[in-house]
């Protein structure tokens, strides 16, 4: 079964860090780019960040540039978010997602995880 | 960043309907306007991607149409199963930005 996996979410204050992971299981996703997509309770999606299939690039959201960074590990089948210096209002559902196609990024993302909560509260 | 407006924010249809709704983004984004259906606890769902391609395994009730800045999707007899929330992305640049949703509500 096609299915992506998200983990390491959890209950953290503001400032500090936290490392979200996506797995893949029943395919290997290294011809895809993948991103990261969240939604504030009661909120709307809200893009975060890309990384290309073979990791040479990737782009952010400028609500977390300079805080987050998208990483993947293909041998792993594995996406990553390093979340650092934490606030209030990233507090929301993380999905990881992959593109529909390659490094093309133009036409969406078709296959998604079931969401990992992160919550930043003292 | 280009800014999606999707309209109406909600609307309330009974199965049988034909709805429609429309997405409006602040500068031309050609055909690059992908459609999503979420349910409530659930993962977005791609439903129509390049404005008007239907995924593979949607129903052919749903249908997009549209280029530039003026977009819309349609469902032509609604569902039960189609009650949820419809989101439009732009897939012309990064930052990838979303509308504010549209709730599809039981009359």
């Given at each position: 079964?096609?299915?992506?996996?998200?983990?390491?979410?959890?209950?953290?204050?503001?400032?500090?860090?936290?490392?979200?992971?996506?797995?893949?299981?029943?395919?290997?996703?290294?011809?895809?780019?993948?991103?990261?997509?969240?939604?504030?309770?009661?909120?709307?999606?809200?893009?975060?960040?890309?990384?290309?299939?073979?990791?040479?690039?990737?782009?952010?959201?400028d609500?977390?540039?300079?805080?987050?960074?998208?990483?993947?590990?293909?041998?792993?089948?594995?996406?990553?978010?390093?979340?650092?210096?934490?606030?209030?209002?990233d507090?929301?559902?993380?999905?990881?997602?992959?593109?529909?196609?390659?490094?093309?990024?133009?036409?969406g993302?078709d296959?998604?995880?079931?969401?990992?909560?992160?919550?930043?509260?003292? | 960043?280009?800014?999606?407006?999707?309209?109406?924010?909600?609307?309330?249809?009974?199965?049988?309907?034909?709805?429609?709704?429309?997405?409006?983004?602040?500068?031309?984004?050609?055909?690059?306007?992908?459609?999503?259906?979420?349910?409530?606890?659930k993962?977005?769902?791609?439903?129509?991607?390049?404005?008007?391609?239907l995924?593979?395994?949607?129903?052919?009730?749903?249908?997009?149409?549209?280029?530039?800045?003026?977009?819309?999707?349609?469902?032509?007899?609604?569902?039960?199963?189609?009650?949820?929330?419809?989101?439009?992305?732009?897939?012309d640049?990064?930052?990838?930005?979303?509308?504010?949703?549209?709730?599809?509500?039981?009359?």
């Open positions: 079964q096609v299915q992506l996996v998200e983990s390491g979410g959890g209950v953290v204050q503001p400032g500090r860090s936290l490392r979200l992971s996506c797995e893949a299981s029943g395919f290997t996703f290294n011809d895809r780019g993948v991103h990261w997509v969240r939604q504030a309770p009661g909120k709307g999606l809200e893009w975060v960040a890309v990384i290309w299939y073979d990791g040479s690039d990737e782009r952010y959201a609500s977390v540039k300079g805080r987050f960074t998208i990483s993947r590990d293909n041998s792993k089948n594995t996406v990553f978010l390093q979340m650092n210096s934490l606030r209030a209002e507090t929301a559902i993380y999905y990881c997602a992959q593109d529909l196609t390659k490094n093309y990024f133009h036409y993302a296959v998604w995880g079931q969401g990992t909560t992160v919550t930043v509260s003292s | 960043d280009i800014q999606m407006t999707q309209s109406p924010s909600s609307v309330s249809a009974s199965v049988g309907d034909r709805v429609t709704i429309t997405c409006r983004a602040s500068q031309d984004i050609t055909s690059y306007l992908a459609w999503y259906q979420q349910k409530p606890g993962a977005p769902k791609l439903l129509i991607y390049a404005a008007s391609t995924l593979s395994g949607v129903p052919s009730r749903f249908s997009g149409s549209g280029s530039g800045t003026e977009f819309s999707l349609t469902i032509s007899s609604l569902q039960p199963e189609d009650f949820a929330t419809y989101y439009c992305q732009q897939g640049t990064f930052p990838w930005t979303f509308g504010q949703g549209t709730k599809v509500e039981i009359k």
